[in-house]
C-alpha cells in the first residue's frame, strides 16, 4: 500500500490512502489524551470528546449529528491515554462534508453550558455503568496501580468529583495546552486523486492559525512487585498480572508482540487458552495483552474464574510464565508463531477505518507510515534469543504486579 503524507503550514499533517472503494474513511487524531490532564481535572480529555457534538459557532447539535447521517454517514469519536480521534465512513462524494465538519468541531465548538450539564449527567451514568463491570474496571485499577503518581494512572472516565467542576475554563485550558497543529493528523482513506484530496485539505485546514507545542509530558512513575487484593460485591475473581514493558520506540516491542501473541493473544490456540481453559477448564476467559504507550508500555495477564480455582489458576499462570523463561521457545514454535502473527496484520488491514487511524498514528509517533513489509521484516529478524531474554526481563518476578477484585464475604 503507498501513502501520501501532506504537510500544511500550520503544521497539520494529513496521510491519504488510494483505494477502489465507493467509501471512505476518515479521521481526525489528535496528539492528546487522558495522560495530559491535571490533577483536579481528571477526565476533561474524555468530556471535551462528548462536547465536540454539541455546538459550534454555526451548527447546532442537531447540525452536527445530521451533517453525515443526511447523507447516510457515520460519526464517532474516542479518546485513549494519549490520543483523541474523531472519524467518520462516507459515501464517496462526501468527504468534503465530513473534512468540514471536522473542521467546525475541532476549532469552533463553543461547549454551552446546558450541554455541559447534560452531558455530565451522561457521563456520571457512563462511570456507574463501568463500575458494574469488574471485568473492564480492573483494568484501569491495574494501571493506576502500575502507574500511580502519574498521567497514565487514572481512568479516562475521570472522577466524578472533577467532573461535576468542570467549566468552560477547564475545557479552553485543556485544548490550549494540548490540542496543537503540529500535533494533528488527518488520515483518509478512499477512491480520489492526490490532488483534489490536497485541495480539499488545504480549504479547511489551512485557515486555522498555528498552535506550537508547548506541553512536555511529565515522567511516568512505576510502582512494581505489589499485590493487591480488593472487595467487590460480585460472584467471581477477577485478577490481573502483570508488568511495565516497553515503549513504541523500543526495538524490543517487536518481540513483546509476538510473544504476547503466542501467550494469550487472539485467537483460541493461545499458550495460556490451551494450558489453563482448555486443558483444565478452570477459567472461561483468560489472554494477555500488550498495550504500548510513548515513552513505556504494559504487559498484563487476565483472567476470571471461581474463588476455588484461583490458586491453582495462578498456578498454572506462572508455571508457563517460568517455562518461557528457562526454556524460551523452540525455533519451529517461532516461525509457527509469526506465520500466525503475521495473517492475523494482514487480516486486520481488511478494517479500513481502524487501518486509516493506525496510520495516522503512525504519523504522529514517527512523521512517517510504518507499512506491512517493514512490520512483517522486523517480525522475521526476532530470535528465539531474542524472546528468552524478553520473557526473562518482562516476566522478572521483582517487577510482576498483581491486583484481584474478590467477592464479599
Known amino acids: ?9 500550520n503544521g497539520i499533517r494529513a496521510v491519504f490512502h488510494r483505494q477502489a472503494s465507493p467509501i471512505t474513511h476518515t479521521c481526525l487524531v489528535v496528539n492528546a489524551g487522558s495522560r495530559d490532564e491535571e490533577p483536579g481535572r481528571f477526565g476533561v480529555a474524555h468530556f471535551i470528546e462528548h462536547l465536540l457534538f454539541k455546538q459550534t459557532e454555526r451548527r447546532s447539535m442537531q447540525q452536527i449529528l445530521n451533517h453525515l447521517e443526511a447523507v447516510g454517514g457515520d ?4 479518546t485513549t491515554k494519549e490520543y483523541t480521534c474523531v472519524h467518520a465512513s462516507i459515501l464517496r462524494p462526501h468527504l468534503s462534508k ?3 465538519l471536522f473542521e467546525d468541531i475541532i476549532f469552533h465548538s463553543t461547549f454551552p453550558d446546558e450541554e ?9 451514568d457512563e462511570m456507574a455503568s463501568y463500575l458494574d463491570s469488574p471485568e473492564e474496571s480492573i483494568i484501569d485499577d491495574y494501571e493506576d496501580l502500575i502507574y500511580k ?5 487514572h481512568n479516562i472516565l475521570g472522577l466524578e468529583k472533577d467532573l461535576m467542576a468542570f467549566d468552560r475554563d477547564a475545557i479552553r485550558t485543556f485544548l490550549q495546552n494540548n490540542y496543537h497543529t503540529h500535533e494533528m493528523v488527518i488520515g483518509i482513506t478512499g477512491d480520489y486523486e492526490l490532488k483534489a484530496v490536497e485541495k480539499l485539505l488545504r480549504r479547511y485546514f489551512e485557515p486555522v492559525k498555528e498552535n506550537r507545542p508547548i506541553r512536555e509530558r511529565g515522567q511516568v512513575v512505576l510502582s512494581l512487585n505489589e499485590h493487591i487484593e480488593m472487595t467487590k460485591p460480585i460472584n467471581q475473581v477477577h485478577y490481573m ?10 526495538d524490543r516491542k517487536t518481540g513483546l508482540l509476538l510473544l504476547n501473541n503466542m501467550l494469550g493473544g487472539f485467537g483460541m490456540s493461545s499458550i495460556l487458552n490451551l494450558s489453563i481453559r482448555e486443558k483444565y477448564g478452570i477459567a472461561y476467559t483468560i489472554e494477555s495483552n500488550y498495550t504500548l504507550f510513548s515513552d513505556t508500555g504494559l504487559f498484563t495477564i487476565y483472567f476470571g474464574t471461581d474463588d476455588e480455582k484461583v490458586k491453582r489458576a495462578k498456578k498454572l499462570v506462572f508455571r508457563e510464565l517460568d517455562k518461557l523463561k528457562t526454556k524460551g521457545v523452540s525455533e519451529s514454535q517461532l516461525v509457527k508463531a509469526k506465520h500466525k502473527f503475521k495473517g492475523q496484520i494482514a487480516l486486520a488491514e481488511e478494517n479500513r477505518m481502524s487501518m486509516i487511524i493506525a496510520v495516522a498514528k503512525n504519523v504522529i509517533d514517527y512523521d512517517r507510515v510504518i507499512s506491512l513489509d517493514e512490520v512483517f521484516a522486523k517480525i522475521d529478524e526476532v530470535s528465539a534469543a531474542d524472546v528468552l531474554a ?20
Open 1 to 9: 500500500m503507498e501513502y501520501e503524507i501532506i504537510r500544511l503550514d
Open 390 to 409: 524478553i520473557a526473562q526481563d518482562v516476566f522478572d518476578e521483582d517487577k510482576l504486579t498483581s491486583l484481584a477484585f474478590v467477592p464479599e464475604d
Open 149 to 153: 503518581g502519574s498521567g497514565l494512572g
Open 116 to 124: 455541559m450539564q447534560k452531558e455530565k449527567g451522561v457521563i456520571a
Open 241 to 250: 498480572l502483570g508488568s511495565p514493558a516497553y515503549g513504541i520506540y523500543d
Open 75 to 78: 460519526l464517532n469519536a474516542y
Open 98 to 100: 465530513a473534512l468540514d
